[in-house]
């Protein structure tokens, strides 16, 4: 839902339409990763903070600074907060802007990709381990080598292969990397982002080396294609990638999904391999209250949940965002059902 909505909103009319509650109330988290671990579910959040950082097409108002994991028994019980899991004073490269990390196992090890501003100010994307899934985490002491923007999902295929998925435009810095190197600014916050009747810019994708902790290839692009066949263009907003990737499997066929960004819709594309192509297959989320709209799509015991957040805790505070969860039907086609968050 667009910030200039916020002013006309009855938020306790909403939270009594909203199809969820927050699954924490102590603190703001945002951009909620979820795994299954040893048959417990594992969120890996945002932290949201309060600040005095005004906002901007950049996302400067994001300043989290440290991450917390969150656990549950079932999609239905209560979540317990682990506490601080990782803060970016321990991170050596990191300067600031803790976004949206993810998590995954490996013999025994869990693994924490995070991504943060390096010390000139360029999104780059850490790891960090524990042998605990809720931390604390180590970080290693550089990022990952070629590494850039935000927003890392880590995927486990069925052939024991991890791949990254990462990218984000605006604030997310990808358009500056459109030519392979680092762009500066330019002429605006949004320079370097194709024109409208161009294709849109891609979420990144990268097969992770044995340890996890670098990209086996040279990062190659999500090709999302219209119903014909085509590759979504820039000027379809609607439809084209903004941020926010995960992918999920479901009968054989991989699931990319993300946030549209600017016009708040979660979308989804199948494909036939991790790398794709993808034909856009439609909606998951209706827009909810706040700018962002950012997810993770998890199985357990045999049925499927969307994770996302809102802002309606903090009455529509773009950059106080609090986690839920619903969950997700796929039907007899495979396709997903679109949720609206609040009831009608
Ligand atoms: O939480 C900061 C940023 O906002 C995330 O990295 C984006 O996906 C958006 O949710």
């Known amino acids: 839902m667009p910030e200039d909505a916020i002013d006309h909103i009855n938020f306790e009319e909403l939270n009594q339409r909203a199809i969820s509650q927050p699954l924490v109330k102590h603190i703001y988290t945002a951009d909620p990763s979820a795994h299954v671990f040893n048959g417990r579910i594992y969120i890996y959040p945002s932290h949201d903070?309060?600040?005095d950082t005004p906002f901007d097409d950049l996302g400067s108002h994001f300043a989290m600074e440290d991450y917390h994991v969150l656990?549950?028994?079932t999609p239905s019980s209560a979540a317990i907060d682990h506490g601080p899991a990782l803060h970016v004073k321990d991170v050596p490269w990191a300067s600031k802007q803790m976004w949206a990390p993810d998590a995954t196992e490996k013999n025994g090890v869990y693994y924490l990709f995070f991504p943060a501003k390096d010390l000139e100010g360029i999104f780059r994307i850490g790891v960090a381990t524990s042998d605990s899934p809720t931390?604390?985490?180590?970080p290693q002491p550089l990022p990952i080598p070629e590494s850039f923007s935000i927003d890392p999902a880590v995927f486990k295929d069925d052939?024991?292969?991890y791949y990254m998925y990462f990218g984000g435009i605006w604030g997310g810095q990808l358009q500056r990397w459109r030519t392979g190197s680092f762009k500066a600014e330019g002429e605006g916050p949004l320079a370097h982002l194709p024109e409208t009747g161009e294709p849109a810019l891609s979420a990144k994708i990268a097969r992770l080396t044995d340890d996890l902790l670098s990209f086996d290839e040279t990062p190659k692009d999500i090709i999302i294609n219209d119903e014909h066949g085509h590759p979504l263009l820039a000027g379809d907003t609607d439809r084209r990638f903004f941020?926010?990737?995960w992918m999920h499997k479901?009968?054989?066929k991989y699931y990319f999904s993300y946030?549209?960004?600017d016009t708040h819709f979660l979308c989804y594309a199948i494909g036939d391999n991790p790398y794709g192509p993808f034909t856009y297959g439609g909606r998951i989320l209706e827009p909810v209250?706040?700018?962002?709209s950012h997810h993770s799509i998890c199985e357990f015991e045999g049925r499927w949940y969307l994770f996302y957040h809102d802002s309606s805790l903090s009455k529509g505070i773009t950059h106080l965002r609090s986690v839920k969860v619903t969950e997700l039907i796929h039907d007899e086609n495979g396709l997903i059902q679109t949720i609206q968050p609040y009831k009608p």
């Open 159 to 161: 052939d024991g292969s």
């Open 289 to 292: 209250v706040g700018w962002t």
């Open 259 to 261: 946030s549209t960004g």
């Open 243 to 245: 941020e926010a990737s």
């Open 250 to 252: 479901y009968k054989g």
């Open 135 to 138: 931390g604390p985490f180590i």
């Open 71 to 73: 656990s549950m028994d």
């Open 49 to 51: 903070i309060e600040n």
